[in-house]
């Protein structure tokens, strides 16, 4: 029997391999070097599903998949929430007082300032903070340190030299799991989410319009995110999320009301709602 296979943007040793490893425990990890690979990955049918970061509670948004999304053919079909945790990690025998530079991701690097502040490192900026991890090992020079989940120092052999590093506790990452296969949440199974996008009609106040049915039918909306499409300014598409499923009366409604307002909308997913959301509120 052929392995299932998820497909992730990074090296091993990555948080999107982390959080694979802990939601997927028994399918096969597929590590891919770039956001678009990984896409293309299950287009193709080489992975089954992609684990894809979307959010982070400091950073913001992940910005390349906003724009990947709408036209990837792929489906939102769970979201998972992990807290992030960076270790400070060197060369086997190495001392947090020989580290002068260290090597991470620029989102890492900036969630980590205190540590970098505190000793005074020069930072040097990687791909992903698994591979920071790699060229450490690579490296094999005693002065140089990266800033990687702990699990990048079993893969490639290396010593962690200070945990938890990060500045901020909340340090939260949301991901969402993506297939070829629509698969839609069941109405009435416990708390969903609805993501689609859409792009409103060129007239005064019509995204007011366009929102305002999900006012009145009482449905919350959880994101609201605009992005120029083809780099014209005048040509704006949004990217909503609400609780709630299209198939109940509400979100019907509203998503019905949008419809007079925008030239088009495309449902991304409806899924089950991760239960963080409800510990976080």
């Known amino acids: 029997m052929t ?3 998820i497909a992730y943007q990074g090296e091993p040793g990555a948080n999107s391999h982390i959080v694979a490893n802990q939601h997927y425990p028994d399918w096969e ?3 891919c070097a770039s956001f678009e690979d990984v896409f293309a990955a299950v287009a193709a049918g080489e992975a089954d599903l992609a684990m894809i970061p979307i959010d982070n509670s400091i950073a913001g948004r992940v910005a390349d998949i906003h724009h990947f ?4 053919g792929l489906h939102i ?3 998972h929430f992990l807290r992030i945790q960076f270790s400070l990690m060197g060369v086997r025998g190495a001392t947090i007082e020989q580290i002068k530079t260290v090597h991470s991701h620029v989102h890492a690097l900036g969630q980590c300032r205190k540590i970098i502040k505190e000793h005074g490192l020069t930072t040097v900026i990687s791909g992903d903070t698994a591979g920071a991890a790699r060229e450490i090992a690579d490296a094999g020079d005693p002065t140089q340190a990266s800033i990687s989940p702990s699990m ?3 893969i490639y052999g290396l010593d962690v030299l200070a945990s938890d590093i990060e500045d901020e506790d909340h340090n939260t990452t949301r991901f969402v799991v993506l297939s070829r296969d629509p698969v839609r949440a069941p109405v009435g199974d416990g708390p969903t ?3 689609f996008v859409f792009n409103v009609r060129n007239l005064p106040a019509a995204l007011y319009k366009a929102l305002g049915g999900f006012a009145t039918n009482g449905v ?4 609201l995110e605009s992005y120029m499409v083809g780099g014209e300014f005048t040509a704006t598409q949004f990217l909503a999320e609400v609780d709630g499923h299209p198939d109940e009366g509400p979100l019907a409604r509203a998503l019905e009301e949008l419809t007079f307002f925008t030239t088009d909308v495309t449902i991304l997913g409806v899924y089950p709602a991760d ?4 510990l976080s509120q």
């Open 69 to 72: 999304l709408p036209t990837s």
């Open 193 to 195: 989410v609805t993501s």
């Open 275 to 278: 239960p963080f959301r409800a």
């Open 3 to 5: 392995s299932r296979r």
């Open 220 to 223: 919350n909306m959880t994101k």
């Open 29 to 31: 990890t597929l590590p």
């Open 77 to 79: 079909i769970a979201e």
């Open 152 to 154: 990048a120092a079993e």
